[in-house]
């Protein structure tokens, strides 16, 4: 059975979103704001991540990390996840099982909520 590289092709996809992101800079300045924060006047929790993106296909890290600094922590670990995947696939190896436990879980609400609470207090 022949094993897809899910992860490299959707870092692929990312990389190349990111790149194109550049071009599309004036149209973004067109899209409606974020409706959760226009009614309630706090960001939502992917508040920031257009100008992450837009960033990131300026390659200016900094800004992507300050935009929303979970995705910008992703964007970094994807070209490790995505050679792991392609080595993966190339051995013919199954996908690991997700962790299935309270721990795991609970660690990564906490996590989104504090991205959350950062991005709040920071008035993003």
């Known amino acids: 059975m022949r094993r897809v ?3 490299a092709l959707g870092a692929l996809l990312a990389g190349l979103g990111a790149w194109a992101s550049t071009w599309l800079r004036p149209v973004a300045d067109l899209l409606p704001g974020c409706a959760f924060k226009h009614f309630t006047g706090l960001a ?3 508040c920031g991540l257009t100008r992450c993106v837009m960033a990131l ?3 200016d890290w900094r800004g992507a990390f300050h935009w929303h600094p979970a995705a910008a922590g992703l964007a970094f670990l994807l070209p490790l996840l995505s ?3 392609l080595r993966r696939a190339r051995r013919g190896d199954p996908y ?3 962790p ?3 721990k795991a ?3 990564i609400w906490v996590l989104l909520l504090a991205v959350w609470a950062f991005q709040v207090v920071r008035g993003i």
Do not use: A, E, K, V
């Open 5 to 7: 590289p899910w992860l």
């Open 44 to 46: 939502c929790m992917t």
């Open 57 to 59: 296909g300026q390659g």
């Open 83 to 85: 050679l792991w995947d």
């Open 96 to 98: 690991p099982r997700l």
């Open 100 to 102: 299935d436990s309270r």
């Open 105 to 107: 879980r609970t660690f």
